[in-house]
């Protein structure tokens, strides 16, 4: 999202506000009388007609101050002001301190649910209590509960520099974990919200980051709706309380003006229930980029028309005026602010009594950072383990750590971060796992790019193993105007690494034929091969958040048995690549690419074996309606208990014609002892390989023979059997 243009605006920070939006001094004093409050404020009303009571209290301008994102309030109803912008990408973000969980593509190579729900849920307690515990008048930017997460845009090129708030390529993997996080944060409880989620950035917002306020992403039906809308179908599904447009247009339309995507598709075709919110200023773009409106305040109409609820930006301040001009009608403002009012009374911000918060102390507990430690562990993709590097010997003696990113809070952290209160560097959490009595000693060995300059690596010569901690930090990639070492606007111009961490590794192989383990940081795919011919053993810790050094050195020493699987297909160069500009999917992710990867979509190794028997799907053959059960079992065939993520994936019929290669329809994360077997089922239905059929406009079931593949990864040795849709 776009940083604050003018000085004016940073006085946004500095409103005089209520730390929650409390009842009225005269409820207050009808309250004490046992008087019953007014009705938007009852708790014991269900949220509809509590918001509809508020409505009709309002004046047209009171009713457009809640539709921009800073929220004057009403004082003679006794509301304050109120900021909706608030960000909790992977822990509560830009506020202080708060649990730093692994970044989104971290998460995401978990390949499970359940624990990215659980986070949700720690996420959205601490969102609480640093509400509650905010003084009065301390409303402003980053203060509310209602968060603008998560980022359902699929990564469909490794240079895009915000793919790391994602959770990767797949358009199934992606609206499973979004949809996990989504529960996790909003809670159950149809009536009440924890916190409010919203779902980002739709549609089809997937990159360039230098020219996102003017692009057009021209996107064909077919690749629309089957890889870059369904994730959000699945946040509508799971009940996200809200959806952000793009700032790109698709198709020549701006994402925030357009009927077609916010209507038509998204509430019409979704189901989608809640508040749509614009990207900050984009509205402005369709006056200085998109050169779709003259001004603001047709801006403003165009948005409104299309079917934005809520703008992070000023020009919706002029939809008074567009009233009283009769651009619009009063009942089409009614409709828009109809839906922020009832965020605001699930969110429990007009209780005349609301329950208790949870206590200050859970910012950082002692379980959230356990649970943040688990996530780093279970991100880690091992990529390389050559000769049984990993797990280094218990007994070691004498340690070398070197790499710019060994010592390297940035590093942990990513973009969208909060801060935790104890940051575990890598090298600190080597440290702390080390035997008491080994000898570790450590140097940067280099800066992370620019002239090949090499500190003094003479250790690797004598140390019983070497660790180099080198990549990526997010001021490589990220967003625009954040990530200032990249010449393209936050995105990537190339795959490898800077030449002068390559050249560390070179000289340390060099310089000792004992393990040399190589641990990449990054959020996206790079492209290493001299590092994994050069290397024994090649771990991938993404930006693991706080407990990041922990995790790492759990799975070095062999605490924890790695199984995090990539989310992304690493590429073997640009040269794999269609333009980065080109939005269809030919040629791109594991599902369509024909080329040979570096690793494929899945991938990770272990630190034991698993097999895979007596794959079957029952029944064999189902009309387009109908529904299979694939069953299989998975043994631990190794001396060591691990996870295993079973990946389900399907080939269609016209696989070789111009169809995918095959789609991910099904996964589980399952841990086994060694020795220990487990029998699976998967549900799997005609209606989840559906495609899309443009020249009929609609979804449709292709009949013929499909090849069901279960196994470790999206290539390589996986079991098969056959699944035939017939009329």
Request: hydrophobic share 45%; charged share 20%; net charge neutral.
């Amino acid at each position: 999202m776009r940083p604050v243009r003018s000085i004016g605006l940073m006085t946004l920070l500095l409103f005089s506000a209520a730390a929650a939006l409390a009842p009225a001094r005269g409820d207050a004093m009808t309250e004490a009388a046992g008087v019953a409050p007014l009705p938007f404020r009852n708790p014991n009303l269900d949220p509809e007609t509590r918001a509809r009571d508020l409505l009709e209290r309002l004046s047209l301008d009171e009713k457009v101050g809640f539709m921009v994102h800073e929220t004057p309030g009403v004082a003679r109803l006794g509301i304050p002001p109120y900021t909706w912008w608030n960000e909790c990408l992977h822990g509560v973000a830009r506020s202080g301190r708060a649990t730093v969980f692994p970044q989104a593509i971290g998460l995401a190579a978990t390949f499970d649910p359940d624990l990215i729900g659980r986070i949700g849920a720690a996420i959205a307690a601490e969102a609480r209590a640093k509400h509650a515990a905010r003084p009065a008048g301390a409303a402003g930017l980053y203060t509310g509960l209602t968060f603008w997460t998560p980022t359902v845009n699929i990564f469909r090129d490794p240079r895009w520099g915000r793919g790391q708030e994602t959770y990767g390529e797949d358009p199934y993997l992606t609206g499973r974990l979004g949809a996990a996080l989504v529960r996790g944060l909003q809670g159950d409880n149809p009536r009440r919200l924890q916190v409010a989620a919203g779902a980002k950035h739709y549609a089809a917002g997937s990159g360039p980051e230098a020219s996102r306020h003017h692009f057009d992403a021209v996107v064909a039906e077919k690749d629309l709706r089957e890889t870059y809308l369904p994730a959000f179908a699945a946040l509508a599904d799971a009940g996200v309380e809200a959806v952000m447009c793009a700032y790109n247009r698709v198709n020549g339309e701006p994402c925030c003006g357009s009927a077609r995507l916010l209507r038509e598709i998204l509430r019409g075709e979704l189901g989608f229930r809640g508040h749509v919110i614009s990207d900050c200023w984009a509205l402005s773009d369709f006056v200085d980029g998109h050169r779709t409106a003259a001004d603001d305040l047709e801006a403003a109409v165009q948005a409104l028309r299309a079917g934005v609820n809520l703008e992070c930006g000023e020009a919706y301040r002029q939809l008074p005026e567009a009233v009283r001009q009769g651009r619009l009608a009063p009942a089409e403002i009614d409709a828009a602010v109809l839906p922020l009012l009832r965020t605001l009374v699930r969110l429990g911000l007009f209780d005349s009594a609301p329950p208790p918060p949870p206590p200050p102390d859970v910012i950082g507990c002692a379980a959230h950072v356990k649970l943040a430690r688990e996530a780093a562990v279970k991100s880690m993709v091992l990529l390389k383990n050559s000769h049984a590097a990993l797990p280094l010997p218990a007994d070691l003696q004498t340690l070398f750590v070197t790499g710019p990113c060994a010592a390297s809070v940035d590093a942990l952290l990513g973009t969208y971060h909060g801060l935790g209160g104890d940051l575990v560097t890598v090298l600190e959490g080597i440290t702390r796992r080390a035997a008491p009595g080994a000898r570790i000693e450590y140097n940067s060995g280099c800066p992370l790019d620019g002239p090949v300059v090499i500190g003094n690596i003479w250790p690797a010569s004598y140390a019983d193993a070497t660790v180099a901690v080198i990549g990526l930090t997010p001021e490589f990639e990220g967003e625009n105007g954040e990530a200032f070492r990249s010449a393209a606007g936050g995105d990537r111009t190339s795959l490898a690494l800077p030449a002068v961490q390559v050249e560390l590794v070179r000289r340390l192989r060099a310089q000792s034929r004992r393990p040399l383990v190589v641990v990449v940081t990054a959020g996206s795919a790079v492209a290493i091969p001299e590092i994994l011919e050069l290397a024994d053993a090649v771990l991938l810790a993404w930006y693991p958040g706080q407990e990041g050094g922990n995790a790492v050195a759990d799975v070095l020493f062999g605490a924890a048995n790695p199984a995090g699987r990539l989310p992304v297909t690493f590429y073997r160069s640009l040269a794999d690549l269609p333009p980065f500009e080109d939005y269809r999917m030919e040629g791109r992710t594991y599902r369509y690419h024909r080329g040979e990867p570096a690793f494929p979509f899945g991938f990770g190794l272990s630190c034991t074996t698993f097999g895979y028997a007596g794959l079957a799907v029952v029944p064999a053959a189902i009309p387009p309606d109908g529904a299979a059960e694939v069953r299989l079992t998975v043994a631990n065939t190794g001396a060591t208990a691990g996870d295993e993520v079973v990946q389900l994936y399907v080939e269609p019929p016209d696989a070789r014609t111009g169809g995918p290669n095959q789609e991910l329809k099904g996964f589980r994360r399952i841990r086994l002892a060694a020795g220990e077997r487990r029998e699976l089922r998967f549900p799997l239905t005609a209606a989840a390989l559906r495609r899309w059929d443009a020249a009929a406009g609609r979804w449709t079931v292709r009949l013929g023979r499909y090849v069901v593949r279960v196994g470790g990864s999206s290539a390589g040795p996986r079991a098969a059997a056959a699944l035939t849709i017939t009329e």
